[in-house]
T-cell receptor, first 111, second 113 residues
Framework: EAQVTQNPRYLITVTGKKLTVTCSQN?????MSWYRQDPGLGLRQIYY???????DKGDVPEGYKVSRKEKRNFPLILESPSPNQTSLYFC??????????FGPGTRLTVL | AQSVTQLDSQVPVFEEAPVELRCNYS??????LFWYVQYPNQGLQLLLK??????LVKGINGFEAEFNKSQTSFHLRKPSVHISDTAEYFC???????????FGTGTRLKVLA
C-alpha cells in the first residue's frame, strides 16, 4: 500500500530535549516536505526537499533541521524544542509538482 | 511571493444544499492550485487540482472548482452536500516550477441534518 508514515504519532517532551520525528514514503517520490498545522493558521511549510541531499527552507524553518540522506526518508529534527513548537506536524511527498500525499500527523507537545 | 486567502473560517449548510467555499490567491507568476480535505484526526487528501488546461476542474466526491485568472480565485463547489462532507477544507497554491506551497487557513464545512 502506497503510504507516508510518521513516527511517533504523539510525543510529549520538555523544553530543550532534542527530538527527531521520522517520515518515510514507499512511493519513490523525489519531493518531500514538512508542515506544521496550528489553529487558525492552516498549514505552514517548514522545510522541503527536491531530492536526496537537496533541501530548502519553507516559510517557518526557525528551530528545525532536516536531512535527506535517502530518497524514502526525511526526518525532522528539533535540536532544542520550545513550547512555541507545540503543534501538529505533517510530512508529505509527491512526484514532481503535483498531488502531495500526507502522513497521518505527529502531535507534539513541548512543556 | 504567493498568498492564499480563505475568507470563510466556518460554513454551516444543510444536507443536500449546494455549497461554495471561497479561495483567492495572489501571485506574480503562474501558479498551480489545489484543494485538500482533512477529516477529523486524519491527514490531508487531495480533492482536486489545477495545473493547466480547462479552468473547470472536477475532483473526487462530487466536488469541482473553477480557476478564474482575472479574479485570482479558485472557489470549490458541490451541488448537494452530505453529512459525510463535514470536514476542514484547505486551498493551496504553488508557483509553477517551485516546490514551495502556501496553504490557506482552512474552512470548516459543517453539514447539518
Amino acid at each position: 500500500e502506497a503510504q507516508v508514515t510518521q513516527n511517533p504519532r504523539y510525543l510529549i517532551t520538555v523544553t530543550g530535549k532534542k527530538l527527531t520525528v521520522t517520515c518515510s514514503q514507499n512511493m519513490n517520490h523525489e519531493y518531500m516536505s514538512w508542515y506544521r498545522q496550528d489553529p487558525g493558521l492552516g498549514l505552514r511549510q517548514i522545510y522541503y526537499s527536491m531530492n536526496v541531499e537537496v533541501t530548502d527552507k519553507g516559510d517557518v524553518p526557525e528551530g528545525y533541521k532536516v536531512s535527506r540522506k535517502e530518497k524514502r526518508n526525511f526526518p525532522l529534527i528539533l535540536e532544542s524544542p520550545s513550547p512555541n513548537q507545540t503543534s501538529l506536524y505533517f510530512c508529505a511527498s509527491s512526484s514532481g509538482q503535483n498531488e502531495q500525499f500526507f502522513g497521518p500527523g505527529t502531535r507534539l507537545t513541548v512543556l | 511571493a504567493q498568498s492564499v486567502t480563505q475568507l470563510d473560517s466556518q460554513v454551516p449548510v444543510f444536507e443536500e444544499a449546494p455549497v461554495e467555499l471561497r479561495c483567492n490567491y495572489s501571485s506574480s507568476v503562474s501558479v498551480y492550485l489545489f484543494w485538500y480535505v482533512q477529516y477529523p484526526n486524519q491527514g490531508l487528501q487531495l480533492l482536486l487540482k489545477y495545473l493547466s488546461g480547462s479552468t473547470l476542474v472536477k475532483g473526487i466526491n462530487g466536488f469541482e472548482a473553477e480557476f478564474n485568472k482575472s479574479q485570482t480565485s479558485f472557489h470549490l463547489r458541490k451541488p448537494s452536500v452530505h453529512i459525510s462532507d463535514t470536514a476542514e477544507y484547505f486551498c493551496a497554491v504553488s508557483a509553477a516550477g517551485t516546490y514551495k506551497y502556501i496553504f490557506g487557513t482552512g474552512t470548516r464545512l459543517k453539514v447539518l441534518a
